[in-house]
């Protein structure tokens, strides 16, 4: 085991029991030993001593949708890379989506996820399973037998399922093992070949449009039937005003129904794509002014329970093309946490709110030990200053992918140091 830990003169935020003081914690054998407020007492000889000097120790951040190129598309990006990019983004924890190649349906798949992962990363890598076998929508997999191999959740990725039918018998299987559904409310035939926001933008720009039907149609029938059958039910990203009216509605009829939103979603909008910004073309797409707006409204107010990067590795081949034929997604777990200071340093959301949608909130809706600042609690942990300016440069992404939507983007904020099981496995001064 690592020797003890001590990090002293911090400000301690913790989201799960909303405390916010300054104090020290003690970190021995891999989990969280002790907390005090001001000094912490008979902490022992040999620990390493971190002096904080007043910055903000929260618990490590848990991003609930990262795709990885592995297995298939190593070149986009590794567990290994993936895991370096997310310490350096202050995530702990990073839930893995199953669309890769093969497809993560079968138990050795999930049991090779977590073993190599264990391996060579340096994060915790959380497998989930697809609902479906290859993601086709039709057969559904061994509920039990992934669950049992460790899958945490199970999702489509970037797919959608189509049928009421499939869903509904989806969440049946999903609740006999306790297990939620993580899924993207998207209807393809609305969506069709659409590759922008539909309104005068994409009018003007000659693109063909997405409606905002495309995604409130399916989440609410994926709401309707959550509240049928009592599954736990994640909208795995929204992106308009309506579709959060919806959950809104929802939600206060089930305790098992949450949604997550995308940083990009929170702090883009559609005109960020510009002159055909190929970096900017997402799924969901980005949406209006307004739409963002609202959605920073109900991430305030707790209708949007959790933020993610929605990091999704492509390389410049199949992102240097015409917007229209261009690959969709954009990396983002290193500017995750610096992403959503923005929101604070406006003003829109205090930094309890932001924090608690990238800590405590995905760690209850995964069902993790995870996401807390107490004493038996994993050493999950980052050191953020918030005020820290620094501009996103391609020359330092750790991704094995450049494709950022904040490329050369002034932050303010950013992780200092990040602790995994008690081990630091980040320091912003030996990465500079």
Not at 88 to 99: E, I
Not at 234 to 240: C, D, E, K, L
Not at 378 to 383: K, T, V
Request: some cysteine; charged content about 20%; hydrophobic content about 45%.
């Amino acid at each position: 085991m690592h020797r003890p830990l001590l990090i002293e003169n911090a400000r301690i935020v913790d989201p799960a029991s909303n405390a916010d003081f300054s104090g020290a914690v003690l970190v021995e054998n891999g989990v969280i030993a002790d907390i005090a407020q001001g000094a912490l007492p008979g902490a022992p000889d040999k620990c390493r001593r971190i002096d904080a000097k007043g910055l903000v120790l929260a618990p490590g951040l848990i991003d609930m949708r990262v795709f990885t190129g592995e297995p298939g598309h190593e070149y986009r990006e590794t567990l290994q890379s993936a895991g370096r990019a997310a310490a350096a983004g202050g995530v702990t924890s990073m839930l893995v989506m199953p669309d890769t190649q093969p497809v993560i349906d079968d138990g050795a798949l999930v049991e090779f996820i977590a073993r190599h992962a264990a391996a060579t990363t340096c994060v915790n890598v959380l497998p989930s399973a697809a609902i479906t076998k290859g993601t086709e929508g039709c057969e559904l997999t061994e509920f039990g037998l992934l669950r049992e191999a460790g899958a945490v959740c199970f999702t489509e990725g970037r797919k959608s399922l189509q049928s009421a039918a499939v869903m509904r018998a989806a969440m049946i299987y999903a609740t006999n093992f306790d297990a939620p559904i993580v899924h993207l409310p998207l209807e393809a035939s609305l969506a069709a070949d659409g590759v922008m926001n539909a309104g005068p933008l994409a009018t003007f720009r000659g693109l063909k449009g997405i409606a905002v039907e495309a995604e409130t149609i399916p989440l609410d029938r994926d709401l309707q039937l959550a509240l049928a059958t009592g599954a736990r039910y994640h909208a795995a990203q929204i992106s308009t005003a309506r579709a959060a009216e919806i959950a809104e509605a929802y939600k206060g009829r089930s305790a098992g129904v949450s949604v997550g939103v995308s940083i990009n979603a929170l702090c883009l909008n559609e005109n960020d794509v510009g002159s055909y910004r190929t970096f900017f073309k997402l799924a969901p797409p980005l949406r209006s002014e307004d739409d963002r707006l609202a959605l920073v409204e109900a991430l305030r107010t707790g209708v949007i329970d959790t933020i993610h990067s929605d990091h999704d590795p492509q390389d410049s081949e199949v992102k240097r093309q015409p917007f229209a034929d261009a690959a969709i997604g954009a990396i983002g777990l290193e500017t995750l946490l610096p992403a959503a200071l923005r929101l604070h340093h406006a003003g829109d959301v205090d930094l309890m709110t932001l924090l608690r949608a990238m800590t405590v909130r995905p760690a209850e809706i995964l069902g993790l030990d995870a996401g807390r600042i107490a004493r038996g609690a994993p050493a999950d942990l980052c050191l953020i200053d918030p005020d820290y300016p620094w501009i996103v440069e391609e020359a330092t992404i750790r991704s094995r992918s450049r494709n950022t939507t904040f490329e050369n983007a002034r932050m303010t904020g950013k992780v200092m140091l990040t602790i995994v099981g008690g081990k630091v496995v980040f320091e912003e001064d030996a990465a500079a």
